[in-house]
Every structure is written in C-alpha cells, then in structure tokens.
C-alpha cells in the first residue's frame, strides 16, 4: 500500500560562483552609487569655496 509518488522539487545547495558573482555585482553597484555622491558632495564644498575666496558671497550675516 504505497501511496502515490509525488514528484518533489530537488533541493540544492547555494552555487558558490553564482553568490560571488551576486555579491561582487552588487558590491561594485553600492561603490559606485556611493562614490558619485562623494564626488557630488566635494564638487559642492570646492564651489562653496571658491565663491567665498573670490568674496561673491559671506559667512557672516549682513548687519541691517
């Protein structure tokens, strides 16, 4: 009296070169997302200082 025979799906364990890749991809994708947003960042510091150094504009408030 054997029951029915189903047909399981056969588990297997994680492909070592496929979670590599995986990591790797989405290691250089953070990097590169991070690295423009230094990169944005130093370029608005530099423009911050280079119009205070040229005295276009002031850290110190206006007196009225």
């Not at 590599?20 to 990169?39: D, P, Q, R, T």
């Amino acid at each position: 009296m054997a029951g029915p025979r189903i047909a399981h799906a056969t588990l297997k364990g994680p492909s070592v070169v496929k979670e590599i890749l995986i990591g790797l991809s989405l290691g250089l994708a953070a990097g590169s997302v991070w690295k423009m947003h230094h990169w944005n960042e130093q370029r608005k510091a530099r423009t911050f200082y280079d119009l205070l150094e040229k005295g276009e504009i002031s850290v110190v408030a206006a007196e009225e």
